[in-house]
């Protein structure tokens, strides 16, 4: 089929391979003021699961973007509130990204 078409077929995918990133950017910014929006209810409640969760999902989105410092930031600062409860699943989730961050 590439013979067929030649290299210029492909032309007619990049309009739409330039709207499905745009879609992702676009979901990416939303998620992230979700995310934003829970971590400052989480922290005005001072409920410090919540938090964790949402600093977890923020650190991911930043990883994604290529913002590893500030996803440090995220994780380490809703982390170290914790003294207790280190098997819970959003406290072994965020151990494991922090883990993974920390490979620099």
Known sequence: MIRAVGVDGWHCEI?????RSQSIAKLMNEAKGCFDRALEIAIEQQARSYQLRAATSLARLALLE???K????LLGTAHGF???GYQTADVL???ALMELLSDD
């Open 93 to 95: 989730a965020a151990r």
């Open 66 to 68: 290529g913002n590893r």
């Open 70 to 73: 500030q996803a440090k930031k």
């Open 15 to 19: 309009p739409s391979v330039s709207r």
């Open 82 to 84: 914790f003294t207790e």
